[in-house]
């Protein structure tokens, strides 16, 4: 904020605002005690992750949904969040350059706008985030690179079928 002011003349009252700030629509979702926001554009669905799909993953990294393979991440073992999961774990179906992946969360929290604050230089090097920022509790949310998962849920499950049909 700057002030300029001139006796007789008036006052002139500038803000400036970072460029780097903006503002997107997200998806807030809970994983242990950390809250995450996923871009709203790049959400298609959230289904429930039922108990045989549970069991299931635990060999492989990847839901049939509805006869379509959907490899998935499970954000508490990608960010190494410690504890165990939730009785009942939600799967977030996100999309982005017409590959599909899910994203494992304990806890769907709705729509949320928020403010894009970008990560230090010293954070450059954390895969799967892009940003962060404040909720209204005054709690940090990071903001999910949903490019960098559905890559990263895609390359395994690729690989995954590709040891599969060498033992096979």
Do not use: W
């Not at 928020?114 to 709690?139: A, N, Q, W």
């Amino acid at each position: 904020v700057n002030l300029d002011s001139t006796a007789g003349k008036g006052t002139t009252v500038s803000i400036r605002f970072p460029l780097t700030l903006a503002i997107i629509d997200g998806f807030l979702v809970g994983v242990g005690k950390s809250s995450y926001i996923v871009p709203l554009d790049m959400v298609q669905e959230c289904i429930e992750l039922t108990e045989s799909d549970r069991q299931l993953s635990r060999d492989r990294s990847y839901l049939n949904l509805r006869g379509e393979v959907l490899p998935f991440v499970m954000l508490r073992d990608h960010f190494e969040i410690e504890g165990s999961g939730t009785r009942r774990e939600n799967v977030v179906v996100v999309a982005c350059a017409g590959q599909k992946a899910g994203l494992v969360v304990d806890e769907l929290m709705g729509e949320f706008q928020t403010v894009i604050k970008p990560l230090g230089k010293i954070f450059s090097t954390l895969r799967g985030i892009s940003g962060s920022t404040i909720l209204g509790s005054g709690e940090v949310a990071l903001i999910l690179d949903v490019p960098s998962l559905v890559q990263q849920a895609v390359n395994r499950e690729s690989q995954h079928v590709s040891t599969r049909q060498l033992t096979h």
